[in-house]
């Protein structure tokens, strides 16, 4: 089984702060990992498919790169609305799937 | 607009049956690959079981495998998760999801979800 990690597991940040989390897989997934919002009580949200693409109506300030066993997300300049956890998902082996263990971003 | 809605979930007793629906609209639900996922309370989230879009290829995760049964009737747009023999750590919210059409793509619509708990 491919195990995800992220870090940080939580983060404090303020409106308008750049965010970095990081997605690391326990072997190679090339390409194939995506990035999900999820806000308290609401479901998952995707926001990035295939590494680093972006999905339909989710803002630019959102960003996702890496390949291989290390990937990032990036928030460009933090909205009120992004506070909520991240989750990282491979699917290199669909349908299989993981899911990290998630990054929780709250106000500082 | 696509529209997953779940449910069926409940209490139910240790050793215990459900039945989950799912009913899609707002798409053509036999040309997607469908998934069920769960989540714990205050936990991650975890893949459940898959179905192709005829239901020729099932998968689903050891935790559950040899209890739940994924199930589709494409003719009513329907997704179905019957959990048998179940567990207090069955105990979540369980959602449905569509994956993209895409090679390994991710899941891009998912329904509200709806609770399970087994406790006696």
């Known amino acids: 089984d491919i195990q995800m990690t992220q870090s940080p597991s939580s983060l404090s940040a303020s409106v308008g702060d750049r965010v970095t989390i990081t997605c690391r897989a326990s072997?190679?997934?090339?390409?194939?990992l995506n990035w999900y919002q999820q806000k308290p009580g609401k479901a998952p949200k995707l926001l990035i498919y295939?590494?680093?693409s972006l999905q339909s109506g989710v803002p630019s300030r959102f960003s996702g790169s890496g390949s291989g066993t290390d990937f990032t997300l990036t928030i460009s300049s933090l909205q009120p609305e992004d506070f909520a956890t991240y989750y990282c998902q491979q699917s290199y082996s669909t349908p299989e799937v993981t899911f990290g263990p998630g990054t929780k971003v709250d106000i500082k | 607009e696509v529209q997953l809605v779940e449910s069926g979930g409940g209490l139910v007793q240790p050793g215990g049956s459900l039945r989950l629906s799912c009913a899609a609209s707002g798409f053509t639900f036999s040309s997607y690959s469908m998934n069920w996922v769960r989540q714990a309370p205050g936990k991650g989230l975890e893949w459940v079981s898959y179905?192709?879009?005829?239901?020729?290829?099932?998968y689903y995760a050891d935790s559950v495998k040899g209890r739940f049964t994924i199930s589709r009737d494409n003719a009513k747009n329907s997704l179905y998760l019957q959990m048998n023999s179940l567990r207090d750590e069955d105990t979540a919210v369980y959602y449905c999801a569509r994956i993209q059409v895409l090679p390994r793509g991710g899941f891009d619509y998912w329904g509200q979800g709806t609770l399970v708990t087994v406790s006696s």
């Open positions: 072997q190679s997934i090339s390409s194939y």
């Open positions: 179905i192709s879009s005829s239901s020729s290829t099932i």
């Open positions: 295939a590494a680093s």
